[in-house]
């Protein structure tokens, strides 16, 4: 047991490191890093690698720790908002793939969707919330535009890659699908 813990904990702190480091390669042009996501994939796999238990606390800290040590995202109210965004999807990605019995690519995607759609929810509250605390507006069309339209690129880049990588990830026999009927 306490080697599963140590194993978790040391992918945890890998993929906080790709959090930090992976946006590098779209910062330089901030459109592309801003449709393309790139803390939202080492967000998502480990949630789904790891649990929601070591997600949660890793993507809510990743766009913080981005922030104070590299200016970007800016902290607000971009840096907070998307604390709350990541580590939504974090949760509910780890807590359903954790609990279907049979894993696998449809599992996968299933996940993914419905964390998408809830931890942009989120970010849409927290934005309100923010912004209404600073006295600015958020308007229905900033939400669409934030959430979906502008994201479009990154949300296809992750529904490609994610179920790939966890393809990949059981093939090796690293992580594992689960395929038995066992209870949850």
């Known amino acids: 047991m306490q080697e599963k ?8 702190g890998m993929f906080l490191a790709l959090g930090l480091v992976l946006p590098f390669l779209t910062g330089q042009i901030q459109q592309i890093g801003n449709m393309l996501l790139p803390m ?3 967000v998502f ?3 789904l690698v790891c649990g ?7 993507a809510f800290v990743l766009p913080l720790m981005r922030s104070f040590l ?12 998307m604390a709350f965004e990541l580590a939504t999807y974090a949760f509910i990605a780890g807590f359903l793939y954790g ?13 993914l ?5 809830a931890g942009r929810l989120v970010w849409g509250v927290v934005q309100v ?7 600015s507006a958020f308007t229905l069309q900033m939400f669409w535009a934030g959430a979906f339209l502008n994201a479009i690129p990154g949300i296809i880049l992750q529904l490609v890659l994610i179920p790939v990588i966890m393809v990949l990830l059981d093939r090796t026999h690293l992580v594992p699908f689960r395929r038995e009927e066992a209870a949850a």
């Not at 609990?99 to 996940?111: E, K, M, S, W």
């Open 5 to 12: 813990t140590i194993q978790k904990l040391a992918l945890t």
């Open 40 to 42: 939202h994939l080492p």
């Open 45 to 47: 796999l480990c949630a």
């Open 52 to 58: 929601w238990k070591y997600g949660v606390p890793m």
């Open 70 to 81: 590299f200016g970007m995202p800016p902290l607000f109210p971009t840096a907070v908002a």
């Open 99 to 111: 609990r279907i019995r049979r894993q696998g690519v449809r599992a996968v995607y299933a996940c």
């Open 113 to 117: 969707l419905i964390a998408m759609i």
């Open 129 to 135: 919330i923010l912004l209404g605390l600073s006295g």
